[in-house]
């Protein structure tokens, strides 16, 4: 593949559903080649679901050969649990990507769909009949899970291909002392 194309590999994580998918982009034009969900048998120990998705992810990897990574970050719920559970699996599938040495970028629920229908607080429903308008197919979904491992991947691109840089983790400016500390020149 030239630098231009390429695979990402996009995936919404999870511990009793993982969704996971392959886009390839060649220049401009973007394909889906493979979009799915894996339900995970929850009456299994909690390690071995993980090892099921970093199995799952694994393999994607060595069949597809994505170059890069793009993971859904976990949003703050009510439950504590769940959050730390579904940290686990998202450890787990940055851990595999990393293992072969591929890059890895993290947005929030907020930034895909943001990306991908203009408005953050759009539905899933709403960001399946964009991802569907964008890659030009009809497609029946079961699971939201796979269609938004897809947007991951799709936001993905998008970010990548933005002249605006994403926000850095540089602290926010103060106020007045700061601006007028940054900015002596513009003192008078």
């Not at 595999?96 to 607080?121: C, D, F, W």
């Not at 079961?142 to 002249?163: F, G, I, N, R, W």
Request: hydrophobic share 40%; charged share 25%.
């Amino acid at each position: 593949m030239s630098e231009k194309n390429k695979i990402i590999l996009g995936v919404d994580p999870g511990t009793v559903i993982m969704g996971f998918a392959l886009l390839e982009v060649s220049g401009q034009t973007l394909r889906m080649l493979e979009m799915d969900s894996r339900r995970l048998n929850t009456k299994l120990e909690m390690f071995d679901r993980l090892k099921t998705v970093y199995e799952t992810i694994n393999g994607l990897i060595v069949k597809y050969r994505p170059q890069e990574l793009s993971i859904e970050a976990p949003f703050f719920g009510k439950n504590v649990q769940s959050m730390l559970k579904l940290g686990r699996a998202q450890g787990v599938v940055i851990a595999a990507a990393l293992q072969y040495g591929m890059p890895v970028t993290e947005y929030s629920p907020r930034r895909i769909k943001q990306a991908v229908t203009g408005n953050g607080n759009a539905t899933k429903e709403k960001v399946w009949d964009m991802l569907q308008h964008i890659l030009s197919f009809r497609h029946e979904l079961a699971k939201l899970d796979a269609s938004d491992a897809l947007a991951v991947a799709v936001c993905h691109h998008y970010m990548q291909q933005s002249p605006i840089p994403e926000k850095s983790n540089k602290k926010k400016s103060g106020g007045w002392a700061d601006f007028i500390k940054d900015n002596p020149q513009r003192i008078k």
